[in-house]
């Protein structure tokens, strides 16, 4: 008996404060079959995560809970940095994306337990490339 090769749906939130960069983000990621949704800040994003835990843990059918996080680090008020260090690093891989590429931005972002860094600007070859690679490691994938 045969039976359907389906991969499961990939789900990644993606945050950053600029709607264009969202949006090239999710249109690269969508057009490789992740299910997409997006935060414009920190608080937002842990707000999201906390809130797909909890539907998680009630058992509700709503979107996958995110596996990878795409997270801008300069955004107004949190920066992703201290976003990266507030979730749950055994759930979720973090993706850092940032137009700040110096050493102590990636120091930073290592220490608060990014698992990849990719600086803007990013071809779309590049950015699924690092997704796929901690999808990879993700076995719930």
């Known amino acids: 008996m045969n039976r ?3 991969r499961p749906r990939r789900a990644v939130l993606v945050v950053d404060d600029d709607d264009r960069v969202r949006a090239v983000v ?3 990621l969508e057009a490789d ?3 997409v949704a997006e935060a414009a800040d920190g608080p937002s994003a842990l707000e999201f995560l906390s809130a797909e835990s909890e539907q998680a843990s009630d058992g509700g059918d709503g979107p996958a809970r ?3 996080l ?3 680090v300069m955004m107004p008020g949190m920066d992703g940095i ?7 690093h055994r759930t979720t891989k973090v993706l850092m994306l940032t137009a700040r590429e110096d050493a102590a ?5 290592a220490a608060a337990g990014a698992d990849a860094f990719l600086a803007k600007p990013f071809s779309a070859v ?4 690092a997704i796929e690679a901690l999808s990879a490691d993700d076995p719930a994938f």
């Not at 201290?82 to 749950?88: A, H, K, M, S």
């Not at 931005?105 to 972002?109: H, L, P």
């Not at 590049?126 to 490339?129: A, G």
């Open 126 to 129: 590049e950015l699924l490339d």
């Open 66 to 68: 995110p596996n990878v």
């Open 70 to 72: 795409v997270l801008d």
């Open 4 to 6: 359907p090769t389906t």
């Open 105 to 109: 931005t990636r120091d930073a972002s």
């Open 33 to 35: 079959d992740f299910q």
């Open 82 to 88: 201290e976003v990266c260090r507030q979730i749950d």
């Open 26 to 28: 999710r249109a690269v």
